[in-house]
């Protein structure tokens, strides 16, 4: 798994700091590409104590991801959380137009997505993992047995914001947002 599921939470918090009158969020992910039921009981609890309603939301194709996003902006006060996976990856530029054309904020797990025009992200630096994974693949050929090495997570999360993105959709990133940001494009 890539995160643990508490991240969900996480991603719901930033959507309602960024969009405080937010009553709504639909979940998409392809479960067949993910754990979906995984992130969903924790985006459900966490809901609760925010206020905001969870719309599971699995997709499996471009029908269903314009069909998500088209339901999820049909009511105001409407927002987005793009779970980990390959189908959205796959859809990346899709995603970004629908939810730019809608006006809803939307929430990714990785900071391309951002870079791509979405409004934000939090997760893992997947350049810092793939040298994780690398410096396993390295101890193992040099002879470490694969259930003697530790279960690693990550130890840094990253937040990304698209200024651009959020004046594009009448948004007003709150200074505590920017403040822990570690990367802005503007």
């Known amino acids: 798994m890539l995160y643990e599921d508490g991240i969900a939470g996480k991603w719901l918090s930033m ?6 009158n937010l009553s709504r969020v639909a979940l998409m992910a ?30 499996s194709g471009v029908a269903d991801i314009e069909r998500t996003i088209d339901t999820a902006a049909s009511a105001p006060n409407g927002g987005l959380v793009v779970l980990p996976d390959g189908t959205s990856r796959l859809h990346r530029d899709l995603i970004i137009v629908g939810t730019a054309r809608h006006r809803m904020p939307t929430v990714f797990a990785f900071r391309f997505f951002v ?6 992200s939090y997760g893992t630096n997947v ?39 959020a004046k594009a959709l009448g948004l007003t990133v709150p200074p505590g947002l920017l403040v822990a940001a570690d990367e802005v494009f503007e």
């Open 15 to 20: 959507l309602k700091e960024i969009a405080p």
């Open 30 to 59: 392809d479960p067949k590409t993910m754990p979906y039921d995984y992130y969903l009981r924790s985006a459900k609890a966490k809901a609760l104590s925010l206020g905001v309603e969870v719309i599971p939301s699995p997709i």
């Open 115 to 120: 870079a791509a025009g979405g409004l934000m």
């Open 127 to 165: 350049i810092e993992q793939c040298r994780q994974a690398a410096s396993y693949v390295d101890r193992i050929l040099r002879g470490a047995k694969p259930a003697d090495l530790p279960v690693e997570t990550p130890s840094k999360y990253e937040t990304t914001v698209n200024l651009k993105t």
